[in-house]
């Protein structure tokens, strides 16, 4: 099947600072999404891209969807300590949703 | 509140013993699905069912059954519990139109465990 690899795995970081990860794979996708899962919850839509190429802001979050729509890329700028979670991309085929295995991100006051 | 509605949040199983996992909606999707989360391994889907009646295999559905007699549920049933089914199992719908977009509401979670 389509595997997603994201990275990195986990990220401590302090406040204030930006945060990068990424997801590719071996498998182009219509829509690459991005969702943050807070502990106990089901994971939450944060971003949404349609076109290779794209790039989106939700306030402190940007998302770039690749041109060869083989990957993706979510920023987040000044981080708070409610951005903690599990963040995970997701790659929309023709038939069904498949996931990457989630980036832990620490916030440090 | 309008959402997705799963029970239980927890559950422990013995190893054989069948049970049944809800999943209600009350936002009128056609589009509903269930996925179970390992660790390290992100969401991996299991069933899905784009309406009434319609059920599909998703990429894990060894071990598991689904059927969708209303638009509004969606339960999912392990006949024969297994300690490689413990997991934690999301439910997901969204419209048809957003299908393809892939913007779900998810439910919050059963943690099941199998001993």
């Known amino acids: 099947g389509q595997q997603l690899n994201q990275s990195p795995q986990s990220m401590f970081i302090q406040e204030g600072e930006d945060v990068s990860m990424n997801c590719t794979s071996s498998s182009i996708f219509n829509t690459w999404l991005w969702y943050k899962q807070d502990p106990g919850e089901g994971p939450v839509l944060l971003i949404a891209?349609?076109?290779?190429?794209e790039l989106t802001s939700n306030g402190r979050l940007t998302a770039q969807f690749g041109i060869t729509r083989k990957d993706s890329f979510l920023n987040i700028s000044a981080s708070i300590p409610s951005d903690v979670g599990i963040y995970f991309c997701?790659?929309?085929?023709?038939?069904?949703?498949?996931f990457g295995a989630g980036t832990r991100l620490t916030v440090k006051p | 509140n309008a959402g997705v509605t799963q029970t239980p949040k927890f559950q422990v199983l013995k190893t054989g013993q069948s049970m049944t996992l809800q999943c209600a909606q009350d936002m009128n999707h056609e589009y509903m699905s269930w996925y179970r989360q390992d660790p390290g391994m992100g969401l991996r889907l299991i069933h899905y069912s784009v309406g009434a009646g319609i059920t599909d295999q998703g990429e894990v559905p060894n071990g598991y059954n689904v059927s969708r007699s209303t638009t509004e549920d969606f339960p999912l049933r392990l006949l024969s519990a297994a300690p490689s089914q413990t997991s934690v199992y999301f439910c997901?719908?969204?419209?048809?139109?957003?299908?393809?977009?892939?913007?779900?509401?998810f439910g919050s979670g059963t943690r099941l465990t199998v001993v």
């Open positions: 997901a719908s969204t419209t048809l139109g957003a299908y393809l977009k892939g913007g779900y509401t």
């Open positions: 891209l349609y076109k290779a190429g």
């Open positions: 997701a790659g929309q085929g023709n038939n069904d949703m498949r």
